[in-house]
């Protein structure tokens, strides 16, 4: 009977709302006034309805009856409470129709104190496939009161649901503990009437919600997509900006644009994050800030990305020193950001090098560049491509080269951001950037340590002149060559080691777990070649297991070409001092458990986090 009544007062009394919950008890099935997408479908003539297959069918008490949206995807169905409750408990049956099982997976339940849910907190995502005819409950954790309640059904599926049942108590409740997808943070963004970004120009106005670690920052600003070649893949990727100023997460800087990187065909979703580990080891000036988060759109659920700095000028990015020396002529200088790109032509600003190599300027940015400016940067990249042994900063070019070739990165010269100070006529290279192709991930360059050359000269994607340009350096000067070896050689014992490398490897892994699931529910990848995979490794665990493969043997093959025996600093005394936890490993580099006084004699490796030293225990 409680059902039947339930469905007279969300559809007959229209307008007007009713709850039987009650303030004092828990756990009460909440009513309300059943709100969500309007249209639905006929399937009987593939036509739009409003009166079969309606949003009311969600709370009609009716295992056989079901929600049936027109809309494909954002499509979604829920209850306004008429006052906040604080959700305690949620309940949900598939669509007892074709697939409607499946249907329901990566479906999401959020809850709003607005009626456009703009500001809205996601509340559950189901992980798993529903039973037919079956009611499946779960306990909500997030203790924030909300007046709007919704189901969104997973992207393409018509919202279909048969039945929803929510409980909890009156309340504003608190923010106290929230809910997120995994361990990692959730990135949720509201699009305004919710229009899905489309392009990599328009920018969508959009309120942006972090959650992590049970802090919630909301903030509006626009979305649209971003990148190239990665814009071609059913994942997008995304630009998030910001209308002012401010920091994401624990990033480093204070800025209004972030990227979402979308990680499509780096199954391992863990290559950027791990490339930056190395440009952090090999100390490039700036490393960009990344963080591996949950994405939802509109309550969508669009999969694993990293949050990311976009590149551009300011504090905690690429800093740039925009004063002058003061024997300087002010007009005859600039500080600026480029970039050698392969497409530089599709770029607003840009020119040519004299030896053919296209470059972007990123800053000063387009709408702001003067004439002069432009030509000035342009003679002075020119001037640096001549006589890169006065121009060129050796020091930030050969780490730059060493991220590149000791993660295998195909593209390292399709893309190189370059920049100067004001102050002095010398180009830096940095940061770096875009390695989903690297860590053998690239079947034009497979297996890469199979190679004799580096891999800018074997089958990587080389923009302009650069190889020539690299060649003069890397291959040809000697003075290059020594200093590259002085480099790699104190990287060797600072983390660019198997010891902290791999080590970087599992603590990814573990961190990534539970996403990477979701991931590969929503992207159902693992057994295709997309992008340029080599090799169909056909699990999450096999495709880690091969970047941990390659970096093991990459190790020792950068080594020998490059001319490096890799030998630790020795200490013979045994008896180290030290307040911070140390690991020691065996010559063959087993883990080996106890502290050193009490192994037996011989050589052993300790590693106290990045730092790797060679101890003999006498
Ligand atoms: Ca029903």
Redesign the pocket.
Known sequence: MKNVVLFLISTVISGLYATTAQADTQDSILTGTVIGTLQSVDYGSNTPSTKVNTRE??????????VAAYDRSFAWVGLDLGEPFVITRIGW?PANRNRGDERILLGVFEGSNSPDFMDALPLYIIPEKGTYKKMTYTDVTCSKGFRYVRYVGPSDQRCNI??LEFYGHAGEGDESNLYRLTNLPTVSIHTEDNVEPYDNVHNINALITIISDNKLRTDSGTVRYRGNGSLNFPKKPYRIKYNKKHKVLDSPAKAKKWTLINNYGDKTLMRNLLANELSRCLEMPYTPYSQSVDVLLNGEYKGNYQLCDHIDVKKNRVELVDTLNENQDESLSTAFLVEVDARASTEPSWFMSKNGTPITIHYPEDDEITPEQATYIEESFNRMEDDWQTYLDLNTFLRHFLVGELSGNTDTYWSVYMYKHRENDTIYVGPVWDFDLAFENDKRTYPINDKKNYIYRSGGSVCGNMQVFVDNIVMRNTDAKAKMLEIWGNARVSGINEYHLLDFVDRLEEELQESQKLNFIRWPIMNEEVQQNPVVWGSYEAEVQNVRRFISERLLWMDQKIGYTFNPTGITDASLESTQSYQIFNVSGQLCSGNLQHLPKGIYVVKQGRIIRKVQVK
Do not use: I, K, S, W
């Open positions: 069918c969600a709370f009609d008490g009716d295992l056989n009856t079901y049956a048969a039945e």
